[in-house]
T-cell receptor, first 112, second 114 residues
Framework: GNSVTQMEGPVTLSEEAFLTINCTYT??????LFWYVQYPGEGLQLLLK?????DKGSNKGFEATYRKETTSFHLEKGSVQVSDSAVYFC???????????FGKGTTLSVSS | DGGITQSPKYLFRKEGQNVTLSCEQN?????MYWYRQDPGQGLRLIYY???????QKGDIAEGYSVSREKKESFPLTVTSAQKNPTAFYLC?????????????FGPGTRLTVL
């Protein structure tokens, strides 16, 4: 079945450091890929998405490229801020109106 | 403002009681979803509905029930048959059409069984 694997956390960085959170997926077809962010005690917010191979999603300085050849969708940011501290989830769906399949989440902690 | 609301934010239940979690959206989305979040486990789908008066079980539907009488509303009942109901429950909605379909989430309800 479909699955998403994220790097284990927590990830601890200093402000202005470069961030990479790895995400790989297994899917039978051509999924859409997503990154969501969750701040403490809140719901999930969509961070970015990509719907086909080689698409790059970007938002608020975060980027991720849909790599079909490596089945990956790694999240990157060039310079993190303390306010980026949160839990990040990679997810996929193969069909509109059906389940999102989530990774287990990666906790990011940024210190000043 | 358009969005998804969930109530209550915190809910406490005694063992053996049924409780109902509310989810409302004013985004005119056709599809609605319920997910359960446990620490370190990501989110898992409980139920989803693509259209009014129809819904499907997700991966962990046992001990839960839903209804979809209105497009805007998708309440979730946690029954006494759910063995370990303490968790964070998230509702989502989407247009359910096309490759760009995106699920948007509410703020969640934290359920604690006493």
């Amino acid at each position: 079945g479909n699955s998403v694997t994220q790097m284990e956390g927590p990830v601890t960085l200093s402000e202005e450091a470069f961030l990479t959170i790895n995400c790989t997926y297994t899917a039978t077809g051509y999924p859409s890929l997503f990154w969501y962010v969750q701040y403490p005690g809140e719901g999930l917010q969509l961070l970015l998405k990509a719907t086909k191979a080689d698409d790059k999603g970007s938002n608020k300085g975060f980027e991720a490229t849909y790599r079909k050849e490596t089945t990956s969708f790694h999240l990157e940011k060039g310079s993190v801020q303390v306010s980026d501290s949160a839990v990040y989830f990679c997810a996929l769906t193969e069909q509109a109106g059906t389940a999102l399949i989530f990774g287990k989440g990666t906790t990011l902690s940024v210190s000043s | 403002d358009g969005g998804i609301t969930q109530s209550p934010k915190y809910l406490f239940r005694k063992e053996g009681q049924n409780v109902t979690l509310s989810c409302e959206q004013n985004l005119n989305h056709d599809a609605m979803y319920w997910y359960r979040q446990d620490p370190g486990q990501g989110l898992r789908l409980i139920y989803y509905s693509q259209i009014v008066n129809d819904f499907q079980k997700g991966d962990i539907a046992e001990g839960y029930s839903v209804s979809r009488e209105k497009k805007e509303s998708f309440p979730l009942t946690v029954t006494s048959a759910q063995k370990n109901p303490t968790a964070f429950y998230l509702c989502a909605s989407s247009i359910a059409v096309g490759a760009t379909d995106t699920q948007y989430f509410g703020p969640g309800t934290r359920l604690t069984v006493l």
